[in-house]
């Protein structure tokens, strides 16, 4: 399933900015640094902007609060803002609020490329990834909190249970279908 992206396949003259969302586990990394290579742009993963306190409560079990994600956001923003060419970063963007934030602090059009999936698909992932802070346990936090793109964010919303190739083309599909 897919709806309409907010900007063009291929506008030279605009940078491109796009977070590819979803909840711990859904492929964000692996996704969006292949549509990085596709689109010729570059892939930030948001994980790499998260403060040491973050990192360090979610590594503990703790789930984070909002006050502890606005500043995450905003340098999320920050970064998408500076953006000179097509950039992609991965960030959960859980919420409504924290994706207005983001485009609030971008102040230009931001694309979200929601990966979508089953609780169950996403707990084997989780539960065979290595060297990440992010433990399964927080999974259904993470769902708890999700709000899904609504109609009006004009977002990519994409079935992840299919491999990443088709994952990429799908989205790519629904990038170009935004310019016809």
Not at 140 to 163: K, T
């Amino acid at each position: 399933m897919s709806t309409a992206a907010s900007q063009p396949l291929s506008d030279g003259a605009v940078p491109r900015r796009f977070v590819v969302m979803g909840v711990s586990g859904c492929g964000k990394s692996s996704v969006g640094t292949a549509l990085a290579a596709r689109l010729g742009g570059t892939y930030v993963d948001g994980d790499d902007l998260h403060p040491a306190a973050n990192v360090a409560k979610m590594s503990a079990g703790i789930p984070l609060t909002d006050t502890d994600r606005w500043p995450w956001l905003d340098k999320i923003g920050q970064c998408l803002a500076l953006a000179d060419d097509t950039m992609l970063i991965g960030c959960s963007a859980l919420k409504r609020s924290y994706r207005d934030r983001i485009r609030d602090v971008v102040g230009a059009p931001v694309s979200f490329i929601h990966l979508a999936g089953a609780r169950e698909t996403i707990l084997r992932r989780l539960q065979t990834r290595v060297d990440h802070f992010m433990p399964p346990a927080l999974l259904d936090s993470q769902f708890a909190a999700l709000e899904p793109p609504g109609a009006d964010e004009q977002a990519i919303i994409v079935d992840i249970d299919r491999s990443l190739d088709a994952v990429v083309a799908a989205i790519i599909e629904s990038l170009e279908e935004t310019q016809s």
